[in-house]
């Protein structure tokens, strides 16, 4: 497998920098998540890993050999991509074959990996198939195994499961991480699905315009966000973000004063939904909307700091709409944000009103 190193890369087109210059390293084996909305540069990263891009500048290593200038066939490098790219007029059995044949594989061992791909994601029933027969979820698990046949030193899944039903996408979630556990090849994955990212990846590479946010595992992004950026990316319902200015050791919002400790100036306070709660003290709002979630319900709530969403557990919803609440939360859960440079206040913390 392969150790990756990004070491100042950049990627223009023309007179547009979408990449300005990444330095990030993959260890071998681990299996990593590109994230970020459309725009943000992970497709961009990922094709110059594939060889179907070349870098602008800066060196792109595998296992510490510099591969910018090598072809993408020269790289041992399987792909996924989002819409399969398989071949309607080939039979899956030649789908997955088709790679091989660059590679000049014997014919007795190139059916032999084959018949091993196809077992491993269970599609050895399909081989007379051709794709046009197959279900959706079908058609990916042929385009993993394809990619899987040249025992690549290096998978990259570009949005594979976005063309999936919400059950299937669990699913293969679950099918693939175990896939590539169990054959240690280091995997990059591109999304912009949060849930995908945080079930799937051993780390998370957060992406925004062209410059990695924050990287760290599902509960570094999730719980220790560094900037406002990756706290509203990250989480969902999304977090609640309150504009304020601290002073005398209280935040002001708009009339609402929080007890803040560790901060001043101007200050956003991040509240996650599933943080606060309903209870005799804290900040009054009144509940506008109920939206049942199945084993939660999200109740929005009208506040003097504007709309607060809060989120409980259970299947039945405890509060009415047009109910006065207090909402209430504990002080380490909250996170504090310098507004100007949108960037984490370490060890600040705000608590709600008595």
Do not use: W
Not at 41 to 56: D, E, H, N, Q, R
Not at 250 to 256: D, H, L, M, Q, Y
């Amino acid at each position: 497998m392969a150790r990756i190193e990004f070491r100042n890369v950049s990627k223009r087109f023309g007179d547009v920098e979408v990449i300005p210059g990444m330095n990030l390293v993959i260890e071998d084996g681990e299996f990593v998540a590109l994230l970020g909305p459309s725009g943000c540069g992970k497709s961009t990263s990922l094709f110059m890993l594939a060889g179907i891009y070349v870098p602008t500048g800066g060196e792109l290593l595998f296992d510490d050999h510099v591969v910018n200038e090598v072809e993408a066939r020269d790289r041992n490098v399987g792909i996924v991509f989002q819409s399969y790219a398989l071949y309607p007029h080939m039979s899956v059995r030649d789908n997955i074959l088709f790679p091989l044949r660059f590679k000049k594989t014997p014919r007795d061992e190139a059916l032999g990996r084959v018949k091993a791909a196809a077992e491993l994601v269970r599609v050895a029933e399909l081989l007379e198939r051709r794709p046009g027969e197959l279900s959706g979820g079908q058609q990916q698990r042929v385009a993993l195994a394809r990619a899987l046949v040249k025992e690549p030193q290096l998978l990259l899944l570009d949005e594979p499961l976005s063309n999936l039903d919400a059950t299937l996408r669990l699913s293969m979630r679950t099918e693939i991480k175990s896939l590539q556990e169990h054959l240690g090849v280091t995997t990059v994955l591109v999304t912009h699905d949060q849930v995908e990212a945080t079930t799937m990846a051993d780390r998370i590479i957060c992406m925004r315009a062209g410059r990695i946010e924050q990287v760290g595992t599902p509960d570094d992004l999730y719980l220790r966000p560094s900037s406002l950026f990756v706290a509203g990316f990250i989480g969902s319902p999304p977090i609640n973000l309150i504009a304020g200015k601290a002073e005398g050791g209280k935040v002001s919002a708009n009339g609402t004063q929080f007890p803040i400790e560790g901060a001043s100036g101007a200050l956003t306070v991040g509240l996650r939904p599933e943080h606060l709660r309903f209870g005799g003290s804290g900040f009054p709002g009144r509940i506008m909307q109920i939206e049942p979630m199945g084993r939660e319900i999200l109740y929005v709530v009208d506040t003097g700091v504007g709309t607060v969403r809060v989120l409980e557990q259970g299947s039945s919803a405890a509060h009415s709409p047009g109910e006065e609440v207090k909402i209430g939360f504990a002080p380490e859960n909250s996170l504090v944000f310098e507004t100007a440079e949108q960037k984490l206040v370490a060890g600040a913390h705000v608590r709600a009103p008595t």
